[in-house]
């Protein structure tokens, strides 16, 4: 199943001369959801001081350790970490990315890994479960999110940076860190408008080293996009590490922030002149050939008949 967030409706006709400072939080959650708490509320409001009006937190900034654990500690929407967030994003009248949480939901055994768009006005304005499950083998550390997570079924677009008196704003693709992985989730992004891309991540030490920025980087030029990305850093309950170098990048590929390897946000300003620009000057995405073309070729090495 594939949609689009209502929220993303009223954004056609944006402003591309428009300006939008952006922040990423960069943090080291662990098990103690009270500590993770305030370290999510210090740093955001240390973008926020920056001057950013949308802050994107990382992906399961509420609690981070042992499966058990994080499944005893998941929370609901009507939970502390949601009441935060909206009452964050209320206070400051700003666009809020809730990272990502570990959702618990009515009639399911398992959790959702959820991320959050909550707008200005405290209210949710986006949903988004993580598609993608991470259930890999990094550095002899064997990962199975899938034994305690649901995977979504839906493509999420929302509208971010809205102008009070337009209606008018920008269109923000969500995903959700291993979703990075995936480039046609994020072509079926930009192909419903988005403009930007949010990334909230807790990728791993060796994985940030040799892949993160190669990755972020790829996906912003191929969809001609923003990409924001906020990163876990540091040591999570058992022993496993998440390597920071949270990012801001810019539709041509070029990092307009990189966060030092410490908790910190760090914040850039998009200049949606220069997206339209790059789309003008090399238009690849209006240059794709029929979806179908493309499924042949993957399965023959011939032409098909």
Same mark, same amino acid.
């Given at each position: 199943?594939?949609?689009?967030?209502?929220?993303?409706?009223?954004?056609?006709?944006?402003?591309?001369?428009?300006?939008?400072?952006?922040?990423?939080?960069?943090?080291?959650?662990?098990?103690?959801?009270?500590?993770?708490?305030?370290?999510?509320?210090?740093?955001?409001?240390?973008?926020?001081?920056? &001057?950013?009006?949308?802050?994107?937190?990382?992906?399961?900034?509420?609690?981070?350790?042992?499966?058990?654990?994080?499944?005893?500690?998941?929370?609901?929407?009507?939970?502390?970490?949601?009441?935060?967030?909206?009452?964050?994003?209320?206070?400051?009248?700003?666009?809020?990315?809730?990272? @990502?949480?570990?959702?618990?939901?009515?009639?399911?055994?398992?959790?959702?890994?959820?991320?959050?768009?909550?707008?200005?006005?405290?209210?949710?304005?986006? @949903?988004?479960?993580?598609?993608?499950?991470?259930?890999?083998?990094?550095?002899?550390?064997?990962?199975?999110?899938?034994?305690?997570?649901?995977?979504?079924?839906?493509?999420?677009?929302?509208?971010?940076?809205?102008?009070?008196?337009?209606?008018?704003?920008?269109?923000?693709?969500?995903?959700?860190?291993?979703?990075?992985?995936?480039?046609?989730?994020?072509?079926?992004?930009?192909?419903?408008?988005?403009?930007?891309?949010?990334?909230?991540?807790?990728?791993?030490?060796?994985?940030?080293?040799?892949?993160?920025?190669?990755?972020?980087?790829?996906?912003?030029?191929?969809?001609?996009?923003?990409?924001?990305?906020?990163?876990?850093?540091?040591?999570?309950?058992?022993?496993?590490?998440?390597? &920071?170098?949270?990012?801001?990048?810019?539709?041509?590929?070029?990092?307009?922030?990189?966060?030092?390897?410490?908790?910190?946000?760090?914040?850039?300003?998009?200049?949606?002149?220069?997206?339209?620009?790059?789309?003008?000057?090399?238009?690849?995405?209006?240059?794709?050939?029929?979806?179908?073309?493309?499924?042949?070729?993957?399965?023959?090495?011939?032409?098909?008949?």
């Amino acid at each position: 199943m594939l949609t689009v967030a209502s929220a993303a409706a009223a954004a056609s006709g944006a402003d591309v001369g428009a300006k939008l400072r952006v922040g990423a939080v960069q943090l080291n959650a662990t098990e103690d959801v009270e500590a993770n708490l305030e370290t999510a509320d210090r740093l955001a409001r240390q973008a926020v001081r920056d &001057g950013a009006a949308l802050v994107v937190l990382p992906e399961k900034w509420t609690v981070l350790g042992r499966g058990e654990v994080m499944q005893d500690r998941a929370q609901t929407l009507d939970g502390e970490a949601v009441r935060w967030a909206r009452a964050l994003a209320r206070e400051h009248h700003i666009d809020l990315i809730a990272g @990502s949480f570990v959702h618990r939901r009515a009639g399911s055994a398992k959790t959702a890994n959820t991320s959050l768009h909550v707008g200005p006005d405290g209210e949710i304005l986006a @949903s988004y479960d993580k598609l993608h499950m991470f259930d890999v083998e990094v550095d002899g550390t064997r990962y199975t999110e899938s034994e305690h997570e649901q995977p979504g079924e839906s493509v999420v677009v929302t509208t971010v940076g809205a102008n009070p008196q337009t209606d008018q704003g920008h269109l923000l693709g969500m995903s959700i860190c291993y979703d990075l992985r995936f480039p046609e989730l994020y072509r079926a992004l930009s192909e419903r408008g988005a403009e930007i891309l949010a990334v909230p991540s807790a990728f791993t030490l060796a994985t940030t080293r040799d892949h993160w920025e190669t990755l972020l980087r790829a996906r912003a030029i191929e969809n001609q996009c923003f990409v924001i990305a906020a990163n876990q850093i540091g040591p999570h309950p058992p022993g496993n590490r998440s390597g &920071g170098r949270s990012m801001i990048v810019d539709p041509w590929g070029i990092p307009l922030a990189v966060a030092p390897d410490c908790e910190t946000a760090i914040v850039a300003d998009l200049d949606f002149a220069l997206l339209a620009d790059v789309r003008a000057r090399l238009p690849a995405l209006t240059h794709r050939r029929a979806p179908g073309l493309y499924a042949a070729a993957q399965s023959s090495g011939r032409p098909a008949p």
